[in-house]
């Protein structure tokens, strides 16, 4: 059944203060953080949290059940993790950031959740094995994507899914790669509000890339 917004959706801003009364709803605490990163040395990029309509739109492209384990690569406050509890779904959700203070924000909002976890580091130190969905909402820098990829090539051993929003000019460092295959792809501008229009909230529309990985299966 489709959600309604409970007042009219016209901007981002709109659009930003009504997922704030669900972040708080579910959290406890708002998860947008709108300060600028204090790792760009490190290639990390800014703490920007996915819009919820966006990764309902994502998520839709991947087989999800209990042997489900999400890794969010750059989890920033959480947002990921709260979309995935608030849509129910099965198995497991873990975020890893690299930056301690908003770590600690999801890490406390999270305790409660068995199936939801926070690690606070470099996800490039990560062991990846036990990953089956990974989700990049821009992470890092292209060097830092380059060796991310290679390290699932490395460490996982059946198939897994990458979920790649906000990726333009990020695509190209999977196509051609020997093992993986793209599924889905496309590119978001508007959010539909309750009474079915279109609103721009993007200045440029947002691609996004699926792909399937499945080289050492
Ligand atoms: C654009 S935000 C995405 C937030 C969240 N994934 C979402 O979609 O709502 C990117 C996040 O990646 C984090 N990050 C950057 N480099 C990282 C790294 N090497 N390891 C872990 N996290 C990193 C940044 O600190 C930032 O919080």
Request: glycine share 8%.
């Amino acid at each position: 059944m489709a959600r309604h917004t409970p007042y009219i959706i016209t901007n981002e801003a709109d659009l930003n203060a009504y997922e704030s009364t669900i972040d708080l709803a579910l959290c406890g605490v708002d998860l947008a953080y709108e300060h600028e990163t204090r790792y760009a040395q490190q290639g990390a990029h800014d703490p920007t949290p996915t819009h919820y309509f966006i990764l309902e739109e994502l998520f839709k492209h991947c087989p999800l059940d209990k042997n489900t384990h999400l890794l969010d690569v750059g989890c920033s406050t959480g947002r990921v993790l709260a979309y995935y509890l608030r849509a129910g779904h099965p198995g497991q959700a873990t975020g890893v950031e690299l930056d301690p203070e908003l770590a600690a924000i999801a890490q406390a909002w999270t305790a409660r959740y068995p199936n939801l976890h926070v690690l606070q580091g470099n996800a490039l130190d990560l062991d990846l094995s036990a990953y089956t969905i990974f989700y990049l909402f821009n992470p890092f820098s292209p060097g830092m994507l380059q060796r991310f990829i290679e390290s699932i090539e490395l460490q996982v051993s059946g198939t897994c899914t990458v979920i790649h929003t906000s990726d333009n000019g990020d695509t190209w460092h999977y196509v051609g790669r020997p093992g993986w295959t793209e599924v889905a792809s496309g590119a978001i501008e508007h959010f539909r509000n309750a009474r079915g229009y279109r609103v721009k909230v993007f200045d440029h529309p947002q691609h996004y890339t699926v792909w399937r990985y499945d080289g050492n299966a």
